[in-house]
T-cell receptor, first 113, second 113 residues
Framework: DGGITQSPKYLFRKEGQNVTLSCEQNLNHDAMYWYRQDPGQGLRLIYY???????QKGDIAEGYSVSREKKESFPLTVTSAQKNPTAFYLC????????????FGSGTQLSVL | DQQVKQNSPSLSVQEGRISILNCDYTNSMFDYFLWYKKYPAEGPTFLIS?????DKNEDGRFTVFLNKSAKHLSLHIVPSQPGDSAVYFCAASAIGGFQKLVFGTGTRLLVSP
């Protein structure tokens, strides 16, 4: 079955620690995205990538980093510089230009110990 | 600055009745609008969309209406079913925005039997 796989489902971070959230898709989509959801708020864009080896900052990129070395994979690192990392993180993909419909993974809940 | 607003955080409806979820936007460059449905601890799933060249789009029990002059769209669910209970997000993308969707804060719909 084609889809987007996020792992782990739950993740705990200690103070000063970097953690990496995994996102893999087998939909052959060009574009991939990372969103963050906080309670009572909409989804906010962290980073997005239109093509392999290229990515752009979204609206709230500070304290995060990404890489796009393979078409299928778009990992997100939450660095120690992100002072409020507790949130639900969603990865998404889309076929690319001409398609606004995003397909989402099931999310990762990140909490700070 | 919240460009996409869903002013009702929650809505309760009886099974079989109509559910109307509202969304307002401020950016006149938005030309494509989508509704996503989200269950707890899961990623959003695409529900229905509408282009700015239309004022109505229908898919089964779901209809989206767009009023460009008022910068307002609404999602109608008829008849509502208990399985429709979820959080509904309105999203918009701008001309040339390459699927950079801007999401509203969501409306939690509860359909009671």
């Amino acid at each position: 079955d084609g889809g987007i796989t996020q792992s782990p489902k739950y993740l705990f971070r200690k103070e000063g620690q970097n953690v990496t959230l995994s996102c893999e898709q087998n939909l052959n989509h060009d574009a991939m995205y990372w969103y963050r959801q906080d309670p009572g708020q909409g989804l906010r864009l962290i980073y997005y990538s239109q093509i392999v080896n290229d990515f752009q900052k979204g609206d709230i990129a500070e304290g995060y980093s990404v890489s796009r070395e393979k078409k299928e994979s778009f990992p997100l690192t939450v660095t120690s510089a992100q002072k409020n990392p507790t949130a639900f993180y969603l990865c998404a993909s889309s076929p690319g230009e001409g398609s606004e419909k995003l397909f989402f993974g099931s999310g990762t809940q990140l909490s700070v110990l | 600055d919240q460009q996409v607003k869903q002013n009702s955080p929650s809505l309760s409806v009886q099974e079989g009745r109509i559910s109307i979820l509202n969304c307002d936007y401020t950016n006149s460059m938005f030309d494509y609008f989508l509704w996503y449905k989200k269950y707890p601890a899961e990623g959003p799933t695409f529900l229905i969309s509408i282009s700015s060249i239309k004022d109505k789009n229908e898919d089964g029990r779901f209809t989206v209406f767009l009023n460009k002059s008022a910068k307002h769209l609404s999602l109608h669910i008829v008849p509502s079913q208990p399985g429709d209970s979820a959080v509904y997000f309105c999203a918009a993308s701008a001309i040339g925005g390459f699927q950079k969707l801007v999401f509203g804060t969501g409306t939690r719909l509860l359909v009671s039997p």
